[in-house]
């Protein structure tokens, strides 16, 4: 098992559940995440950056 750290950059949703969905299905792309925190939000672009950590297997 392997540990990565990955940055995504997330498009803001509707809603908060919305958002949490949109951003577990980005971090699935890359593995299992751990733990993951939104560092900060881009309200002129609609967007916010995720910072994750995930795991994969060898």
């Given amino acids: 098992m392997t540990t990565h750290?990955?940055?995504a950059e997330i498009d803001l949703q509707e809603t908060p559940t919305e958002l949490q969905k949109a951003i577990e299905v980005e971090l699935k792309k890359h593995g299992e995440p751990l733990r993951w925190a939104?560092?900060?939000t881009d309200v002129k672009q609609q967007s916010?950056?995720?910072e994750a950590v995930v795991t994969t297997e060898s």
């Fill in 5 to 7: 750290f990955i940055t």
């Fill in 48 to 50: 916010c950056t995720v």
């Fill in 38 to 40: 939104v560092t900060s």
